[in-house]
């Protein structure tokens, strides 16, 4: 009985990993759009806040808010936009495709928070800027992995939007370290727009 089972729920996977394409075209452009949007309004508060700021403290806590805001706001926009494509297609709020994809992208996320979180103790602790420069790459990285892996379930754009970030990242660590504002605005804002508005266009909104 256990061995019917498991060839039951282990065909059910098969299944809906076939039917990956059309499930996942459920992805939004529009919520790829409200990232962008929310990353320029982002950053404009993270450059108000640096250069208005009174010390090393206030720049490194207030703009750890304001990239958590802005994060919150994209991860709603994906999540809201996304259930309601999919309602639209009759899908499960939940399925293995789903649970798949969350244990692919916990470990690049959980690693670039945490390398975030021990960049700005090491910046706030030494008051060395370099510090606080390499956290744009560091968030590219891992958001490029991030995306690379959910390729493998999702439409193949969303893998080259992986493969621009770890480029950008990389690019961005070994030589626009001193303009962290400009990358940021660059990949997290504008290849989201444009990632957003050509999944629109090819998938609807």
């Not at 994809?101 to 030494?126: C, D, E, N, Q, S």
């Not at 690019?171 to 290849?191: D, E, H, K, N, V």
């Amino acid at each position: 009985m256990m061995d019917t089972n498991k060839a039951a729920e282990e065909l059910k996977v098969i299944r809906e990993l076939m039917e990956r394409p059309v499930k996942y075209s459920t992805q939004s452009g529009l919520a790829g759009i409200i990232a962008g949007l929310a990353t320029l309004g982002g950053l404009t508060f993270d450059i108000y806040n640096s250069l208005h700021a009174e010390t090393l403290a206030q720049v490194v806590w207030q703009n750890m808010f304001v990239w958590l805001g802005v994060f919150l706001v994209a991860l709603t926009a994906v999540l809201v936009m996304t259930r309601i494509r999919e309602k639209k297609r009759g899908m499960p709020l939940w399925s293995n495709v789903k649970a798949r994809i969350l244990r692919t992208i916990l470990p690049p996320f959980v690693a670039g928070v945490g390398l975030t979180f021990a960049t700005l103790y090491m910046w706030y602790k030494t008051g060395n800027d370099l510090q606080g420069y390499l956290i744009p790459s560091i968030w590219m990285l891992f958001y490029g992995v991030a995306c690379w892996q959910v390729g493998e379930f999702s439409v193949r754009e969303i893998r080259i939007l992986g493969v621009a970030f770890i480029l950008a990242g990389l690019c961005t660590a070994m030589f626009f370290q001193a303009r962290p504002y400009m990358s940021l605005g660059i990949t997290f804002g504008g290849f989201h727009l444009i990632y957003g508005i050509i999944v629109w266009l090819r998938y609807g909104g």
